[in-house]
């Protein structure tokens, strides 16, 4: 709602009106079958537009779904291993790993601790130190192993080409 007396008016061409009266205004956009939009409520005076508010509201909603539709949405992705997993099944795990890693999303290493295994938090490690030597080129540690009650986490993300 236009609170002012005076507002500087565009007609719909993008040609300065001047600065009328509000009743001039919306006359003004009467006149020309459209209606009287205020564009930039802060200035001094506001700033009325004369357009088609319908049309307006649809080209906004066209550029906000175009912006959606360029957006990439990317996923956290889990592994868990295991401080006992063997060789080849991390090879497996790396496979998919580079897969995720290809389709640009990130991964959550979990290493899940079970029993007595929780003493030696080094053999968690060294299979995380195992599965990045298998994924050399393809991805970079955004956090380091670090433990959460009996898990160890680490987050890596695609090495940029």
């Known amino acids: 709602m236009i609170d002012a007396r005076e507002v500087l008016v565009i007609g719909p061409e993008g040609e300065q009106l001047g600065v009328l009266s509000k009743q001039d205004a919306l006359a003004a956009a009467a006149e020309a079958g459209l209606d009287l939009v205020e564009v930039a409520p802060n200035a001094t005076p506001p700033v009325c537009r004369i ?37 080849h099944d991390l090879e497996t795990k790396a496979k998919h790993a580079r897969r995720f890693l290809e389709e640009g999303n990130k991964i959550k290493v979990t290493v899940r601790f079970r029993g007595r ?7 968690g490690e060294m299979v995380l130190k195992k599965l990045m030597e298998l994924l050399v080129g393809y991805a970079t ?20 080409h």
């Open 51 to 87: 357009m088609d508010f319908g049309k307006f509201k649809y080209q906004q909603s066209k550029k906000a779904q175009q912006a959606k539709k360029k957006q990439k949405v990317i996923q956290v992705k889990e592994l868990k291993v295991r401080p006992k997993t063997d060789d």
């Open 117 to 123: 295994e929780i003493v030696h938090p080094d053999r």
């Open 141 to 160: 540690v955004e956090s380091p192993p670090k433990m959460e009650g009996r898990t160890m986490v680490m987050v890596v993300t695609p090495v940029d």
